[in-house]
């Protein structure tokens, strides 16, 4: 009985060691999933499978044993049940568990002492690889922390929104981990990003706020983290449709990006900065939403506010872009404006002299409102120097407003002008020589027409024109029915053939353009940016200059010239009138 008894304890010990190295071989997944996972459908993770693995041998060894059954089997149904309870003291997945109405309810009731043990368990049995305890955790978070819906982040939730609503003790356990798997977090954030996309790719996709809870969790401690992560920079530029992601960043996310992007000697190193500048304009199209004609005055004044004189060039130039481009979209910044216009003195003059280089190119609308604007800043700057305060400032802007207004009266050529004034010197010569000399035949216009012989080649031609006139006229009214019948008859079936095959054909073509259209929209702006990062800057100093000499040739020559012949012409018509009378 005692070696009996032995042999049993050595089996079973044996058999445990066993199972321990069966359950290290499953669960031990490396960061190369592709080759472990060929025959895995493309929608399951290796985490979910390990968890549906843990309960179909939870149920296996729940099975009541047979009657044919030796003595020894109760005690092995005593281990495996004492096994079984453990797991499931443990706060792993429960099949049955429900989906809560709310986030806030969901993690209330959460068990933190089972993910504790979970987590001591998982670092227990894989003390040397990290990244399987961080990626537990997400997994044991996201499938806990099921809710009704799963709507995306609305713009009046604060901008960490879910790891908001987490509690004190939930934070200290999930700081814990991540601390001792510091090594791992990027892979943790990209394997989390995979299974979000994946999920929500689902016909019925459950909530992924677990997943979303750790990345935030993450990026709050190491925001470069997802800097040195290049699979978000390619998947920022992989999709091409941005409509599905309006809504997503509001100004609270998008100006600490506009700021990493644009000011020097930030946490970021110079490649990492170049890559979010170039995925800034897309940034920006998904902060602006549907509807930028609506949204744009929300964000006018943080721009206005960072476009200082001291800030740098490129940052300037994008935010004095940015100002314009709300202007001319959004109506409602100009009343904002208005608004902060004190508070903001020198921005205001930089956004001045913006507007007066960009004036010719400023549609008749945005005209208006610059116009109105800038009439009223006059106002205010009249106050204020009486007031005596901000000094140089206001006359800063003063004089910005001064060009503008200046720039509002001036226009181009007047060549209109310059016609009616031509017309209206003709049409008085002709009237005065007719009533001076009582009649059209005996004013000196006509006399002076027919000894040039003008007056007789115009009438011999207006005859010749009225005689062939006459004869097309007679020729259409007889030969025109007869030959639109008989066109109509042969031509008929053919053109409408034509004309539905014109039509397929258009329809066919419309719709490989759109694709085509839609791919130039979108790359378009990345592609003029490439171009204008391969001009050497030297192209745009020679263009300056040229756009420097043509001003001083069109001031200095071209208006002294134009305005010395008006004055010619009209001392002209001055003597004539004189000699006239």
Known sequence: MASGEGKLKVVGKTKKNGDKRRALGESNVTPNLSAITAGVPINSTVYELGFEKIMKKQNKEQVPPSSSSSEPQPNKKQQNSGKGSKRNSGGSAAPGQGKFPTLEEAIRALDLAGLQREMEKSQSVFPENPHIWVMDLASYLNFKLQTVKNEPLPLQQSHDYPYCLVNKELKSIIRSVLSKASSVLDLLVDNCIRLMLEELEKPTADCVHGYRICIQAVLLDKPRTAFNDTFLFCLCRMHSNLTKGFGMIGPKDFFPLLDFAFMPNNSLTSSQQEQLRDLYPRLKVLA????PEKTLHTYFPSFLSRATPNCPPSMKKELLNSLYECLNVDPLSFSVWRQLYTKHLPQSSLLLQHLVSSWETTSKPVRKAVRETVQSFCVTNEEFSAKSSHSKDIEVCQSVCQALLQKMKGRGFPWFRLCLIVLVFL???????????????????VRILQQMGVLSVSQQAWSKV????????SWLERNVPVYYAQAVEVLGPGLEVLWEKSRDGTIYIAQILSTYLVYLRDNFPGFIQWVRAQIPDSVYQFLDYLQELLLLVYHNYIVPATMYCMAALQRAWQQYIDSCK
Do not use: E, K, M
């Open 288 to 291: 602006f939403g549907a509807t």
């Open 427 to 445: 049409s008085g010569f002709l009237i005065h020589d007719v009533r001076t000399s009582g009649s059209i035949q005996a004013s000196s216009s």
């Open 466 to 473: 009225s005689h062939y006139a006459l004869q097309g006229q």
